[in-house]
């Protein structure tokens, strides 16, 4: 039998509640399927910590982590933390010092869940996104010279290095074969002549390698506008760290809202634990009502069974969440239902029980 060690950090706000449910998910699983099973740790890190000691995490935090097979986040920040500070010393740290340059973000519009785009528009939305996690727009590189007079500048780079830029787009090419699926690059190269003219370049430079994957370019604008008007056309799709992270969002509103987007931060090469988490944020108008939907949080858990090579179990999350949101049934406020977070994640338990 296989055993996983899996770091759980639930986080602040909503973090904990729909974090009890993602586990509650992965140990159903487990307790069906007897080849695999999981031990979870919790690690009580976050702002509540950072207002108790000065730190989001101990000092040796990512040592503690190291030895994991992977990690759950439930969310990060809360209001008095600044989310410079939240954000940089807990999430980002871990993303970057774990080297997960990939952030995979499904896009796909369950039967059921509400899109606000027309009908004839709600057809086949199932993309996913192989976004840039490690460098680009996000490098923190810059500079900011003569504060405060009439010649100020600010001047923010993009470090595109080859090296990040083919490991990232190798993982898209990677994922569009064994899918057996379109590959879209999305960049901006008329008007950004350096970053986007390399990104292109070396798109076509890996793409003589797969012969086999279909592929396109679009400029980031182009892209947003058939977000919205033509979403069908994108299966995978491969861009930078800021147009990817502007575009995901746009991707969590056609595909059901903030209660269902999920999203992996990957090493590929398993030499650091990867992150699964949900995209949305602490919430902190809804904090200890029970009424988060958990549902974005065991999103993040199927991905986390696809990455260990449970892909069945994967697909399976995603076709019971799907049965709630075509049924109506158990949903939380946002989804226009009445059910608290934990009536949604056991009902979700249970069709997963009854599946098997
Ligand atoms: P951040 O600053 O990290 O973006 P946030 O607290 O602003 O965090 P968002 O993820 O941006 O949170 O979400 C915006 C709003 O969407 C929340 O304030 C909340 O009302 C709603 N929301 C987000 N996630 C959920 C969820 N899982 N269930 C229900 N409502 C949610
Ligand atoms: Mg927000």
């Known amino acids: 039998m296989n055993q996983y060690r899996i770091a759980v950090i639930p986080g602040d706000g ?29 690690f009580s890190w976050g702002c509540q910590y950072y207002l ?13 982590l190291r030895s994991f097979d992977a990690i759950l986040l439930g969310a990060v920040g809360y209001p008095g933390v600044p989310d410079h500070i939240s954000l ?11 080297d997960e340059y990939i952030n995979l973000r499904p896009v796909r ?39 405060n007079s009439p010649q100020e500048v600010v001047i923010q780079h993009g470090v595109f290095s080859r090296k990040g830029t083919e490991r990232v787009i190798r993982y898209a ?15 901006k ?30 400029l980031v604008d182009a892209a947003a506008m058939f977000m919205v008007k033509d979403p069908k056309r994108f299966q995978i799709v491969v861009t930078s760290n800021l147009f990817g992270d502007i575009l995901t969002d746009l991707g969590a509103a056609i595909a059901g809202g903030m209660g269902l987007a999920a999203g992996a931060n990957i090493n590929p090469e398993h030499k650091y634990p990867s992150m699964f988490e949900p995209i949305h944020g602490s919430a902190p108008d809804i904090a200890g ?26 697909a399976r999350i995603v076709d ?6 075509a049924e109506k049934h158990a949903l939380t406020p946002d989804l226009g239902g009445s059910a608290s977070t934990s009536e949604c994640g056991k009902a979700l338990a249970g069709i997963l029980k009854q599946l098997s």
């Not at 940089?88 to 774990?98: A, N, V």
């Not at 528009?121 to 993309?127: E, G, P, V």
């Open 289 to 314: 009502r029970g009424i988060a939907n958990p549902l974005a949080a065991i999103w993040s858990a199927s991905q986390l069974l696809d990455f260990l090579g449970y892909e069945e179990w994967g």
């Open 320 to 325: 019971a969440i799907e049965k709630m949101l």
């Open 109 to 147: 519009l369950l039967k059921g869940a509400p899109c606000p785009l027309k009908a004839e528009n709600t057809q086949n939305i199932d993309m996913i996104f192989v976004r840039e996690n490690s460098e680009g727009e996000y490098s923190g590189q810059g500079a900011w010279l003569y504060k």
């Open 173 to 187: 090419y990677e994922l569009a074969r064994k899918e057996r699926k379109t590959l879209t690059s999305i960049s």
């Open 14 to 42: 909503i973090g904990p509640e729909v974090m009890t449910e993602n586990v509650r998910i992965l140990q159903t699983v487990a307790a069906i399927d007897r080849s695999f099973s999981f031990e979870f740790q919790t």
């Open 88 to 98: 940089r010393e807990l999430l980002l740290k871990i993303r970057h010092d774990f």
């Open 52 to 64: 108790q000691t000065g730190k989001m995490m101990p000092e040796d935090g990512m040592e503690q």
């Open 189 to 218: 190269a008329n008007a950004l002549n350096y970053s986007m003219v390399f990104w292109d370049q070396i798109f076509e430079e890996l793409g003589k390698e797969y012969p086999d994957v279909k592929t396109s370019k679009l």
